[in-house]
């Protein structure tokens, strides 16, 4: 065993026996002030991880055990969340499900397994509130991979990229909440279409993949025949994001890290805040080419990164894209029948999620789940082992990314349409639209689900299931 730090000595100084000593971490975060800049005209400052935002990419293996330390240089309790891993709730961090924060200028320990392999990331998971500069308005998110036996098959090129905004502010005047989404029928959509003034919501200005707006920093430069793998993430606090490269579709593998059971070529994709894809790109069309967001003002506001063939020099070129047409069930298996049954053993949880406008300080929207607020104290109880069926009725005119820490799930409906196969952590609910998953109940503890919108989980989109 590798000797820990002084203290440690100090310890053996006093004859501790060698098996007391502390074990040094693997893997130290650091969350303090960083300054980044976006373009050489674009420079903010932000809370990140080990000087950067994003934070590194962290590696992990499945299965061998990992020690983090992670320690708080700023001024008020933090959370660090691993998205997407089967932790205890005691680690999982979310103040909801009990996992001690970073105590201000403190630190905390977390030894954990991890699993399942895939794509997985971290971030902070405080509450921000009417505060624009706490929670994951900040820079705190990085990968997190988990490398496992799996094979994702061969691969000239990896590449991490992460869509964000920045410098976010409060508007009332948001445009198409759905431009990403199509025309999905809209079975919760009520008869009588209700009028009261939309609450103040969050919007920005400014966007980037990773740290850099489009057109600053380098190119991702690649040849001709290569075969790259893009892990892509919505880091983002507010909205869908989408997503293409000129002249080149995606060949989708994994969503939330998950093998699909029907990879895909797709033109586009389209990502809500917490999901994940990766994707395959054959690098097929020599030239210089965006790989940015579908809509004209967030690409040139930043969304987007330069693709650049070894030789090629002329300027970087876009090609107008479709419509956006993203659709989870293509990548899943066809199920038995028009309708998913319910498999037997599976038990009902229903959820209805409405928006009361103007309900926090006469100015932000607040959400309620089965006409209650958070925390559904008792509402939402779990038999270990068991296996049970949610259904997500939308009755909002927004798309909303759900998220159910410490469990993956299996996509059974959505947009109307039966599937299988799509395991996912986060499932992006059109408006007025309905989702149907399922789980197996196998992790005993306090477990978080909400909307990743930040505002919205703030003002009440969540709530905490509990085992029996
Ligand atoms: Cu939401």
Redesign the pocket.
Known sequence: MRLGGLGALGMAARGAPAWALPPEANLTLRIAPVTVEFSPNLVFSTIGYNGTAPGPILRMREGVPQIVDVVNDTDVPEQVHWHGLLLPPELDGADEEGTPPVPPHGRRRYQFTPKPAGTRWYHTHTMAMADLHRGSYTGQFGFLVIEGRSDPGAYDQEVFLALREWEPYFTALMADADALSPRWPMPERPDVPEIAANGLEVSAAFFSINDKALGAGEPIRVRAGQRVLFHLLNAGAIENRSLALAGHPFHVIALDGNPVPSPQPVDHLVLGPGERVDAYVEMNRPGVWIMGALEDNVRNAGLGVVVEYAGQRQPPQWLPQGRPAWDYTIFGSTPHGDRVPARAGTDSIEMV?EKVARAHEDKFNG?LINGKPYPHDREFVLHEGRRYRLTFRNR?N?????HLHRHLFELVEIYGKPTAGIMKDTVVVPRWGRAVVEFVADQPGLTLF????Q???DYG?KALLRYA
Not at 398 to 402: F, G, K, N, V
Not at 450 to 453: A, G, K, L, S, V
């Open positions: 999620f959400f909002t927004d798309a909303h990314p759900l909400h909307c990743h919108i505002q919205h989980m989109f």
